[in-house]
């Protein structure tokens, strides 16, 4: 028997030696190790051995399984080893060659001319004010001196949900909501940027949604003069310092008198081409002073407190700046539309 264990180990440690990968490995360990393998069998027979010779084969026998497993542990480690080795040495990173660049997203149009107009406002003590996408008809038009069945209405021809909730057809009604909270108490200095709705069939120049911003300025003895030098500072810090401006007379309820202001063209200076219809100058915004129906309706005094409101659309504003063609350019998220703006940061 204790010739028979020792060729058992011989064999044994032949086999662990000889493994190649671990698969092979685990079959020798069930093989020598199991319940039903050869060192099992034998000292099932230590029963026909003597009372003295049965504790010196147990021993032995005992040994012998302990000598394989230590065998079949340091094999498992080393096959373990050159395991990641084989992968490290497959996965190898040239460190030296050039990186690849990571594809980075930039700004879109609309949002750099967003932005660029509130740091302007905001740089002229303005402050940003914001309100519901669905909005009260009482703050989308009559408040704004648009009466029920005022024939200006249909020039905003917007989405309605009820009778009295509609998405709002021009940020004006957060100018409403702001002279409200500061129940007739100047000064009032804001811009107020976002996205508004319109039944407008979409094409080159128009949208059912785009994006507005308007300003407000209320006090004492705010004057004409000082929406012109307003809008003539915006002009030249969007648009270049070359640029001029011109207002004409125009008609909004909600300011009187109105103004139309139009810039002049950049591409023939004024001596009229294509893109200004041969006029020299392209129209860019509509403002006034405000109306002081809209003033009494808000809480202020009108013979107290004067000011001016305007209104823009970032989109034409971006159009003109870029010379974009199509405003639905903005909202279709072609990629190689918006690619050409990512060097323009």
């Not at 700004?107 to 107009?117: C, G, M, S």
């Not at 094409?203 to 407000?216: K, P």
């Not at 823009?312 to 539309?337: E, S």
Request: charged share 30%; hydrophobic share 35%.
């Amino acid at each position: 028997m204790e010739q028979k264990l020792k060729e058992l180990e011989l064999q044994a440690l032949e086999e662990v030696k000889a493994s190649s990968d671990l698969k092979e490995l685990n079959r020798v360990r069930v093989a020598y190790l199991g319940k039903k393998g050869p060192i099992t069998e034998v000292l099932r027979g230590m029963g026909k051995l003597s009372a003295e010779e049965r504790p010196k084969m147990g021993a032995l026998a005992n040994m012998i399984r302990e000598m394989i497993a230590k065998a079949i542990e340091n094999k498992h480690k080393q096959l373990e080893d050159e395991a990641v080795s084989k992968k490290l040495e497959a996965e190898t990173i040239d460190v030296t060659l050039p990186g690849r660049p990571i594809a980075t997203g930039n700004r879109h149009p609309l949002t750099k001319i967003i932005e660029e107009i509130e740091d302007l406002f905001i740089g002229m003590g303005y402050k940003i004010a914001e309100g519901p996408e669905v909005e009260h008809d009482y703050y989308n038009f009559e408040a704004l001196n648009l009466p029920k069945g005022h024939p200006a209405r249909d020039m905003q021809d917007s989405f309605y949900i009820t009778e009295e909730i509609l998405m709002r057809t021009h940020t004006s009604p957060v100018q409403a909501r702001t002279m409200e909270k500061h129940e007739g108490k100047g000064p009032v200095k804001i811009i107020c940027p976002g996205k508004v709705y319109r039944r407008d069939n979409d094409d080159a120049t128009h949208s059912h949604q785009f994006m507005q911003i308007e300003g407000l300025v209320i006090d004492e003895n705010i004057t004409m003069g000082d929406l012109k030098g307003t809008l003539e500072v915006f002009a030249k810090k969007v648009f270049g310092a070359d640029r001029e401006i011109r207002l004409r007379p125009s008609f909004f309820p909600f300011t009187e008198p109105s103004v139309e202001m139009d810039i002049s063209c950049k591409i023939c200076h004024g001596d009229g081409c294509r893109v200004c219809k041969h006029t020299g100058w392209i129209e860019v915004l509509g403002a006034g002073m405000v109306h002081p129906n809209v003033l009494e309706m808000a809480g202020f005094d009108s013979k107290k407190y004067t000011g001016f409101a305007f209104g823009m659309g970032p989109d034409r504003i971006a159009m003109l700046k870029y010379g974009i063609d199509d405003i639905r350019h903005f909202y279709t998220n072609d990629i190689r539309f918006l690619k050409q703006f990512a060097v323009q940061e």
